[in-house]
């Protein structure tokens, strides 16, 4: 079965990609795509397809290769944001590229993408769909859009005679002049909680590791970069809950009077 199109148009794409001014309503289409590629309304998406870029591609194989790439999602989270945008060269002309994130993805650099392509920047048909995996080098402890300095990346620690992975620490560097010390864990989150649920179980469970940071060298490593770096340190500890092999995840702040 060819391996669609959504092939990304790969015999014509060079490697060339820069940044551009938004197309905020080109964007909005590419987005709009993605979550109904989520959702499965193929029809939609098979409506919104630039058949005249992809001529030998019929109904039936662009919904076998939708449901193929349906299968690598890793989750069926609808919440997206743009991770990044540009060109891409096609046979010679710009085409805009838009790549979408899943929004509570923790991970720098993010550990799945949507990468959408319009063959020019009046399009409004997409002309190339590819979900794609980013698992290498999510060590990053994110827990912001913003700034991070690395402490240390990936290690295995024991709590309680129990063995967890941690991706990294890092410096967030929040506003006001301010760093927050985080820890990224790898966790299998709890799906059946609902968000107020969810917080609880996040906030208990990393009390832990807030405690074990705090008591780590790498506390005092943190402390010593949040002074090179001219910031104030923030009372709170940053914990980032991770699923293991990939980037989903949730964040919480323990308090300094629950980790001390």
């Not at 029809?43 to 992809?54: G, L, P, T």
């Amino acid at each position: 079965m060819k391996k669609i199109i959504l092939l990304l148009l790969v015999s014509l794409l060079s490697t060339q990609i820069w940044c551009q001014k938004r197309n905020t309503s080109q964007e909005k289409v590419a987005e709009k795509f993605c979550i109904k590629f989520i959702e499965r309304d193929y029809d939609y998406c098979w409506k919104r397809f630039d058949k005249s870029m992809n001529p030998t591609v019929n109904r039936q194989s662009f919904e076998q290769a939708m449901d193929q790439m349906h299968a690598s999602l890793p989750t069926n989270s609808k919440d997206l944001e743009i991770e990044m945008s540009g060109v891409k060269m096609i046979d010679g002309k710009n085409a805009p590229f838009y790549s979408f994130k899943y929004s509570e993805d923790v991970s720098k650099p993010a550990g799945f993408l949507l990468d959408v392509v319009f063959v020019s920047p009046e399009s409004k048909l997409v002309a190339g769909f590819q979900p794609k995996g980013r698992m290498t080098n999510t060590n990053s402890a994110a827990s912001s859009k913003g700034n991070e300095t690395v402490v240390s990346t990936k290690e295995n620690i024991t709590i309680d005679n129990t063995e967890y992975v941690i991706r990294g620490i890092n410096i967030v560097h929040f506003t006001d002049n301010q760093g927050l010390i985080a820890v990224q864990v790898e966790y299998d989150i709890p799906t059946n909680k609902n968000p107020s649920e969810l917080r609880l179980w996040a906030q208990e469970e990393g009390v832990k590791f807030a405690k074990w940071l705090y008591n780590s060298e790498h506390y005092e490593k943190s402390k010593e970069e949040v002074k090179k770096l001219d910031r104030t340190l923030y009372p709170k500890i940053g914990v980032s809950f991770v699923i293991p092999n990939g980037g989903n995840g949730y964040n919480i702040m323990i308090e300094e009077t629950e980790y001390k």
